[in-house]
Nanobody
Framework: QVQLVESGGGLVQAGGSLRLSCAAS????????MGWYRQTPGKQRELVAT???????NYADSVKGRFTISRDNAKNTVSLRMNNLKPEDTAVYYC?????????WGQGTQVTVSS
């Protein structure tokens, strides 16, 4: 089994910054994708930013230039630096890990951006 523990969510004013972190533990052999998704009530979960095994990163168009994903392969951690936050970034953010043919999700952390 894989465990994902997120931290760093909270309440911030528009224009502010937050940093999310996710630590993975358990049966991890090869990480193919690791990153962040987010979800708001009534909407589908959407990709925010991910690393794939080649080292390439993917970002949602809405966060390009504002969010930066980083990782520490040795520690199986991934972080998301979010700058210039907007009210529309308000969501529950989920850490995601795809390994050994399985998708794994964290419990989610709330990010609220006030206008």
């Amino acid at each position: 089994q894989v465990q994902l523990v997120e931290s760093g969510g909270g309440l911030v004013q528009a224009g502010g910054s937050l940093r999310l972190s996710c630590a993975a533990s358990g049966s991890i052999f090869n990480i193919y994708v690791m990153g962040w998704y987010r979800q708001t009530p009534g909407k589908q979960r959407e990709l925010v930013a991910t690393f794939i095994s080649s080292g390439r990163t993917n970002y949602a168009d809405s966060v390009k230039g504002r969010f930066t994903i980083s990782r520490d392969n040795a520690k199986n951690t991934v972080s998301l630096r979010m700058n210039n936050l907007k009210p529309e970034d308000t969501a529950v953010y989920y850490c995601y890990l795809y390994t050994s043919g399985n998708s794994n999700w964290g419990q989610g952390t709330q990010v609220t951006v006030s206008s």
